[in-house]
């Protein structure tokens, strides 16, 4: 989380501004030094009257909104927070954060908190549904051994037993995700993972009139995954793009490795395909939640717990009518 900090001096003006507040806002800290202050923090226009209140009150430190004007002319949402001088005639100091960060930071705490519940809900509910599902499984096959196949009820019992498989199916996704499996953690290279999912997906992307490009980079990059675990991810996001393109179109495929901190890899996979409405792109990652009538929920739910577990991210950026835009970001060794 960025944190953006600028000092005044005596007749308002910026005296220092740091590089968070230079990544957040476009200027740089020379360019930014002398200006005033309500030039750039535009939603502060009352700042020296605010300022002399809060020191004749003698309250420590104010919280507000407030917008900024970027460098390119954008203007962002601000969480503020305001220092008065200590005496009169000194400075100030700000201290801000993009609202937009910030709301982010929130919905993934809220994300992991529904997360924890929903795991030891679901895993109680698989349990409860195992016991009477394997009583049901039983006795229809000791049926289907008594019930000559050309008999009546055959056919019926046949489906049961169906139906029963397709619920353990179910029982099973939902098990995974509420208690998934120790990772298997070993060293390997990313871009073998990604290569070996495309190579099995290469006929049905084939098949569907999808063009499948790539560009898995010339420095390959080690990380540290469960291997398995990882191509599940990667089938996933690439199945959803398949579906997303019913009539055809392209995939584009590529790794990218990152500077941030240690260094990170991003995988990304992006398709031509119908997109994701607006209203639905916030929920694409909780459980059960599905755009497929057909569709479980799980799969992008499962991914971005898996992602997660081994210290990465996933994002995702969408045009309806466009298509979809998948990151996968990893730290690597």
Known sequence: MRIGLLTLDQRGKVALFNTAAEQMLGYRAQEARGTPCEEILTGLTDL???????RSSKKQEAQLNAEARCKD?????LV??????????KGAIIVFQDARELEKMENQLEHLDRLRSLDEFAAGIVHEIRNPLAGISTNAQYMMEKIDPSGPFHEEVRDILADVSAIEDIVSAVLDFAHPSKPQVREALIEDIVAEVLRFSRMPLRRQGIRLLTDLGK????????????????FNIVRNAREAMPE?????????????????????VEDTGRGIAEQYLARIFDPFFSTHREGLGLGLAISRKIVENHGGRIEVE????????????????
């Open 48 to 54: 020296r009257s605010r300022l002399i209140r809060m």
């Open 73 to 77: 002319g954008r203007t962002i949402r």
């Open 80 to 89: 503020i927070t305001l220092h008065p001088p200590l005496a009169a005639g």
């Open 219 to 234: 420095h390959p990059a080690r990380v540290r995954v469960d291997v398995s675990q990882m191509k599940q991810v990667f």
């Open 248 to 268: 055809g179109g392209e995939l584009h495929v590529s790794t990218t490795q990152l500077p941030v901190g240690n260094g990170h890899i991003r995988v990304e």
């Open 318 to 333: 969408s045009t309806p009518g466009k298509g979809t835009r998948f990151g996968i970001v990893l730290p690597t060794v």
